[in-house]
Each structure stands twice: as structure tokens, then as C-alpha cells.
């Protein structure tokens, strides 16, 4: 790698504030849509009660209500999840739980909200994992971006699926994630500015390698039978030697 490991940690902090930024439009609409309904609940009620109104029309209101204000409150919560799985301080992680989260923070993206379907498994066997979820985040991410993108230059309209397998390994465990994005021949796509894509830097693979090798986990991309791309990321039990760069340090005070 042509950067040292404190500047590439620090890029991917940029990264993941960038991908959250990103999703300001998706949460303000789905806040909005929850707002929405409550404000047309209201309405409707205040018009039933200058006439006549039965028990069953008013509770049918105060239910929708209700349902509209728990789904902006499952809306904020991933938010503050987010800060959680983004936290480079050291914590025990139940991948189950993570996977959840990242389907429905994602729901932010618009795209992936209404095209996408992305169907995860986890092994019972799979252990709860002590690590950065900084790193955990950033090298799920960076690949589900591009499975989304490939997604969406495929068929805009078209229905998707990328999937989400996560299975024992070396006592910890291995995420992989099937999409269809068909790898290039010609490039070297761990290589920094390698890209497809007009007008893009070419870092996010490279980010993922050099985060995962600080981490001391293993990444591979590869072809896989449905000739789109498979991502495997290889997470071992490390409580005992978690990485421990100075930058950390700083980064946890941001």
C-alpha cells in the first residue's frame, strides 16, 4: 500500500461520514413520510369530531397515528445505531443484530429502498465478535455500494437481490456478499484509482484491503457462479490483538 496505516484509517472515517451524508435525502423523505401521516391523521380526526364520530373512527385514527410515530422513532434509532457500528472503540458485536441495522439503514438510500431486497443468513454457530466496528462497517459498505450501483446500471426499474451469508471460520467468522456486478478483466481492482465508473477515485476497494489488513482480517473478490462478483471477508477471533494505532485515539474524539 502507498499510504501509511494513520491515513488510511483517517480516509476511512471520510468514507463512512461521506456514505451517512449521502442518506440525508433518504432519511428526510422517510421522516417526512411518517410526519406526513400524522399531520393527515390529525386532519381527518379534527373534521370527525366537528360531526359525528363513533369509538371505532377515533381509535382507527390514534392507531395510524401511533404506527406513524413508532416507524420515526425506529428511523432515529438507526441513526443513533449508526454511531454505534461506526465507533472505533473496541466492542462485542452480534452479527445478527449488525445485519439487521445495515438492511434498514440502508432503506435510506432510495434506491436500494424501493429496487433492492437484500437477503442475509447468519449461522448459529457464528460467534459474538470483539472488534472495531469501524472496520466492520467500512469493509461491508464499500462493497455494498458497488453492488448497489451495478444494481441500479443494470436496470433501474428491475427488482434485485444481493445476498449475505455469514458462516464459522478460525473461530470467528466470514461475510460474504453475492451481487451481480461482473468484475473487470483488464483492471487490477485492488490497485488505489482503479475504476469503472467516470468521474470516481477508485478508493474504495483499496480502503477495504488496507483497513481489513490493519484489522487483521482478509478480503477477497472473486467471480461467483451467477457471473456478478462475490466479496468474502474473513473475521478471526481477535480480542487479544486489536489493532491499536494512535489515530484511534484522536478519531474517538471526533
Not at 123 to 151: I, Q, Y
Not at 178 to 184: A, I, M, Q
Not at 193 to 221: D, F, H, K, N, Y
Request: glycine share 6%; with cysteine.
Amino acid at each position: 500500500m502507498s499510504r501509511p496505516d494513520d491515513q488510511w484509517v483517517i480516509l476511512g472515517q471520510q468514507y463512512l461520514q461521506a456514505t451517512a451524508g449521502s442518506f440525508l435525502s433518504g432519511v428526510t423523505h422517510n421522516l417526512n413520510n411518517a410526519v406526513h401521516i400524522v399531520d393527515l391523521q390529525l386532519e381527518l380526526l379534527q373534521r370527525k369530531l366537528a360531526g359525528a364520530l363513533d369509538r371505532g373512527q377515533i381509535e382507527s385514527r390514534l392507531e395510524r397515528m401511533g404506527q406513524a410515530s413508532k416507524s420515526m422513532g425506529e428511523q432515529l434509532q438507526h441513526l443513533r445505531h449508526r454511531f454505534f457500528y461506526t465507533q472505533v472503540e473496541s466492542t462485542q458485536i452480534d452479527l445478527g443484530q449488525y445485519m439487521e441495522w445495515l438492511d434498514a439503514f440502508w432503506n435510506n438510500n432510495l434506491f436500494y429502498k424501493h429496487n433492492i431486497s437484500m437477503t442475509w443468513q447468519v449461522a448459529e454457530e457464528v460467534p459474538n465478535l470483539e472488534l472495531r466496528p469501524f472496520f466492520l462497517t467500512l469493509c461491508l459498505e464499500e462493497p455494498l455500494k458497488n453492488a448497489v450501483r451495478a444494481c441500479r446500471a443494470a436496470n433501474l426499474e428491475g427488482e434485485h437481490t444481493i445476498r449475505v451469508q455469514i458462516t464459522p471460520w478460525n473461530s470467528g467468522a466470514a461475510v460474504t456478499l453475492d451481487s451481480r456486478e461482473p468484475l473487470p478483466d483488464t483492471l487490477d481492482i485492488w490497485a488505489e484509482g482503479t475504476t469503472s465508473s467516470p468521474g470516481r477515485r477508485g478508493l474504495g476497494l483499496p480502503l477495504v484491503q488496507a483497513l481489513g489488513r490493519i484489522a487483521g482480517w482478509e478480503t477477497t473478490l472473486f467471480p461467483n457462479e451467477d457471473t456478478g462478483a462475490r466479496f468474502e471477508l474473513k473475521i478471526p477471533e481477535m480480542i487479544s490483538s486489536l489493532p491499536s494505532l494512535e489515530v484511534f485515539e484522536a478519531l474517538a474524539d471526533w
